[in-house]
């Protein structure tokens, strides 16, 4: 029994640490239900408006134009064009990231997955209907250290 005392806080904080680790507490747990879904825009707390993509605002098929900082972000991530054309075309909007009233063009930041398995987050900027502007590209997972300007 008095063993048993001995590692009983050992065994607790285990088993602690497993439980946070299935749950992912510590990442701030993204597996939490969305927000519903809307027609109305909600202002964020970072004064941004946030909605669903109106339809025709983003055409998933444009060509691509990048920015030097995008070009950056890209290289020190080891982010290839074809996988930005892929989270383009597949990728889910985040309204919290996105502006849709930016100027002088609107930005979508959208999410996915590469094919390669990186979680990335691109953000556009479509200034009209045949081109998109790619503006940063982040991996959701990894912190890379970049000296991009």
Request: hydrophobic share 35%; with cysteine.
């Amino acid at each position: 029994m008095r063993s048993l005392q001995k590692y009983l806080p050992v065994i607790l904080l285990g088993l602690l640490l497993f439980a946070g680790w299935h749950q992912e507490w510590w990442k701030g747990s993204d597996k939490k239900a969305s927000a519903p879904i809307t027609d109305k825009p909600v202002v964020t707390p970072s004064g941004r408006m946030s909605a669903d993509v109106p339809e025709g605002a983003l055409n998933r098929q444009a060509q691509l134009e990048y920015t030097r900082h995008a070009i950056c972000r890209m290289e020190c991530r080891h982010v290839t064009k074809e996988e930005v054309q892929e989270i383009l075309s597949t990728g889910t909007v985040n309204p919290a990231k996105s502006n849709p009233n930016d100027q002088p063009c609107p930005t979508y930041a959208l999410e996915g997955y590469s094919h390669e398995g990186q979680h990335l987050r691109i953000v556009f900027a479509p200034c009209d209907q045949q081109h998109a502007k790619v503006i940063t590209c982040i991996d959701l997972e990894k912190d890379w250290t970049c000296a991009c300007e």
